[in-house]
């Protein structure tokens, strides 16, 4: 079993910066990707970024050379970093990892933090 905890959400202007940090526990030598999820009230959850644990990443394209996903293989620790906030990032942004089990890779999600962007 792995566990997930986000941390670093919060109230921002417009403009500011966050960084998200998310912390796996539990059987955590079998993770071989992590992402983050956004989810808005009434809209779908989308992948905002995904790293595998060879450093390859993908983003969304609307925060494409705004967001950085990064990750503490050691620490088993994936962060978010947010710059240049806008409105549109209002959401929970979910972690998830995905790990190998016994017969199928898994799939894991963390409770969420709620990134809240002011006009």
């Known amino acids: 079993q792995v566990q997930l905890v986000e941390s670093g959400g919060g109230l921002v202007q417009t403009g500011g910066s966050l960084r998200l940090s998310c912390v796996a526990s539990?059987?955590?030598?079998?993770?071989?990707?992590f992402g983050w999820y956004r989810q808005a009230p009434r809209k779908q959850r989308d992948l905002v970024a995904e790293i595998s644990s060879g450093g390859a990443t993908n983003y969304l394209d609307s925060v494409k050379g705004r967001f950085t996903i990064s990750l503490d293989n050691e620490k088993k620790t994936v962060y978010l970093q947010m710059n240049s906030l806008k409105a549109e990032d209002t959401a929970v942004y979910l972690c998830k990892a995905e790990s190998k089990g016994w017969s199928a890779a898994q799939t894991y999600w963390g409770q969420g933090t709620q990134v809240t962007v002011s006009s």
């Open positions: 539990g059987s955590t030598g079998s993770i071989y990707a």
